[in-house]
Nanobody, 122 residues
């Protein structure tokens, strides 16, 4: 599966932004999906994961209550709705896919998309 993230940009503290990640290839609905980010000089961190049929989601504590992951299997797309953005949310955001949900959570997915930069200005 190939993944293409989009939707990043420059926003202000408190704003909202929605990232999208479109997938090509077969059997999109057989993959768990996730979002991650990597700030300058830091390790890539897990943000959110969604199961194959969106029956399960999981979030990092740092974004719980502010970010929402969702998927549309008909459109082969996964989204990350980000609300109440903070300056510390500035990072390159990545989407990823794996057949195993736990591999998403462990930051060891089999497939990565390219990143999209989110800059939150104060």
């Amino acid at each position: 599966v190939q993944l293409q993230a989009s939707g990043g940009g420059l926003v202000q503290v408190g704003d909202s932004l929605r990232l999208s990640c479109a997938a090509s290839g077969r059997a999109f609905s057989s993959y768990a999906l996730g979002w991650f980010r990597q700030a300058l000089g830091k390790e890539r961190e897990f943000l959110a994961a969604v199961g194959r049929s969106a029956e399960i989601t999981r979030y990092a504590d740092s974004v719980k209550g502010r970010f929402t992951i969702s998927r549309d299997n008909a459109k082969n797309t996964v989204y990350l709705q980000m609300n109440s953005l903070k300056a510390e949310d500035t990072a390159v955001y990545y989407c990823a896919a794996d057949r195993a949900f736990e591999d998403i959570v462990r930051v060891t997915p089999g497939y990565w998309g390219q990143g999209t930069l989110v800059t939150v200005s104060s």
